[in-house]
């Protein structure tokens, strides 16, 4: 499994638009990008996933360059319930590594 | 509510007990998942289910742990002789294609 490094926390206030940054300098041919956001007390949900290029969706939009090797997901005009953890993770579709997450909050 | 589902919501028992949780997959996934997340720690993959077979199994489950899907729908995961660190919040998931929809999980506390 390809491992993934993103920054452990970051701040946001509230309308503001969030970019996480997730390196995986090792990610294989047939692994897919894909981030999940997870609240405390509940399992986590599926946000977007991508290969390549650029994935937007109703709630987030996701950037990959030619490399691969990094990926960002963008949260267009955050609100307080955004705050959550958000993790990034490549593979195929079984066998999920999550990592420890970025740990959002966004601040009125 | 057609969503996964997970029963208990919580388990208290004490050490060296047997504990058996059972998730109810979205009726027409053929794909099911085991996790389990600690506190501060990302969900780990424990095992994976394709229909009825166990396709595959982590490290992190030793012999003391035991899951099946006998009929390709719910699973049931068992821990025999539980012990202080199997505390943990235990996530089932399922998928049909590359998204997998997770429960709302079982939380285990082990005294």
């Known amino acids: 499994l390809a491992k993934t490094t993103q920054p452990i926390s970051m701040d946001s206030y509230e309308g503001q638009e969030v970019n996480i940054t997730c390196s995986h300098n090792n990610i294989a041919t047939n692994d897919y990008i894909t981030w999940y956001q997870q609240f405390p007390s509940q399992g986590p949900r599926f946000i977007i996933q991508g290969y390549k290029t650029k994935v937007t969706n109703e709630v987030a939009s996701l950037f990959i360059p030619a490399d691969r090797k990094s990926s960002t997901l963008s949260l267009p005009r955050v609100s307080l319930s955004d705050t959550a953890v958000y993790y990034c993770?490549?593979?195929?579709?079984?066998?999920?590594?999550f990592g420890t997450g970025t740990r959002l909050t966004v601040i009125p | 509510d057609t969503g996964v589902s997970q029963d208990p919501r919580h388990k208290i028992t004490k050490r060296g007990q047997n504990v058996t949780f059972r998730c109810d997959p979205i009726s027409e996934h053929n794909r099911l998942y085991w996790y389990r997340q600690t506190l501060g720690q990302g969900p780990e993959f424990l095992t994976y289910f394709q229909n009825e077979a166990q396709l595959e199994k982590s490290r992190l489950l030793s012999d003391r742990f035991s899951a099946e899907r006998p009929k390709g729908s719910f699973s049931t995961l068992e821990i025999q002789r539980t012990e202080q660190g199997d505390s943990a919040m235990y996530l089932c998931a399922s998928s049909f294609g590359q998204e997998q929809f997770f429960g709302p999980g079982t939380r285990l506390t082990v005294l």
């Open positions: 993770l490549v593979a195929p579709s079984n066998n999920l590594f």
